[in-house]
């Protein structure tokens, strides 16, 4: 519990930085690292949700301030989401207020059992010490037949932050967060998903290399470099002796049907 209300804190703290990070993903999915790692997100959840026909109910667990909920809203998706930051909300709920909220984590989600077609989960999975207990809810909410989208932290990313994380949890560092956070393998996810009583599951790995440090040296470098790196980035980030190193993983995962 410490954990948890360390990292709602610390995104309090930093709703403010999110908006702006954001408005720059609009303007330059390049702009830095945290940009870049969005737009890699944003093509594999488009990829699965371009398929999907509104209006279903999406619920976006962890929503931050609201951005891809205004997306999908704007898409004819019939949206809810949930955050434990109160800061974090009031962004989401000033962008959104034809919107519901809730303030709320993924581990006790205050909705009814079968009520969303689509789950959302961006960056909210690193904070959880409990992912058992957070897919059960997830797998709770859904309906049968229905789809979550989830992101993890890659426990041997080529950026090499669960290394650093285990210092950084510990000691507070300049610039750094001071919050412990939860990294996985591929071999553990697929374990999780076939516990928690999924199906058809897939994990899209993306984002190949040390870009964060590049960034944090010298920012208008790392963009130029992220910008050259793309298309080999799409390449090799997801070949299968490559996928545990990459920096960020998307699973896609289906609740049996009735």
């Not at 488009?46 to 609201?66: I, N, Q, S």
Request: aromatic fraction near 12%; charge should be positive; proline fraction near 5%.
């Amino acid at each position: 519990m410490h954990e948890k209300h360390e990292a709602v804190l610390i995104h309090d703290q930093l709703a403010g930085l999110f908006a702006e990070r954001y408005l720059r993903y609009k303007n330059d999915p390049y702009w830095d690292a945290f940009t870049y790692s969005r737009r890699k997100i944003n093509q594999v959840l488009h990829g699965y949700l371009c398929y999907a026909r509104a209006p279903l109910r999406v619920l976006d667990v962890g929503c931050g301030t609201g951005h891809f909920l205004k997306e999908l809203w704007e898409r004819g998706f019939a949206c809810s989401g949930c955050d434990p930051s109160d800061k974090m909300l009031t962004y989401a709920r000033g962008l959104n207020p034809s919107i519901g909220f809730e303030n709320a984590g993924i581990e006790h989600l205050p909705y009814k059992s079968d009520s969303f077609d689509i789950i959302i989960a961006i960056e909210v999975m690193r904070y959880i010490r409990d992912v058992d207990r957070a897919l059960s809810e997830v797998h709770r909410v859904l309906k049968p037949g229905g789809l979550c989208l989830v992101t993890y932290a890659p426990k041997f990313s080529t950026s090499l932050y669960p290394l650093l994380n285990i210092l950084t949890s510990r000691v507070q560092l300049r610039k750094l967060s001071k919050v412990k956070q939860y990294f996985h393998s591929i071999g553990e996810l697929g374990r999780l998903y076939k516990r928690g009583g999924f199906i058809d599951m897939r994990i899209d790995a993306r984002f190949w290399g040390p870009f964060i440090y590049v960034d944090r040296l010298y920012r208008p470098l790392a963009s130029r470099m992220l910008r050259a790196w793309e298309p080999i980035d799409d390449r090799i980030s997801d070949l299968p002796l490559l996928r545990n190193l990459s920096n960020l993983f998307v699973v896609a995962a289906r609740k049996p049907g009735s």
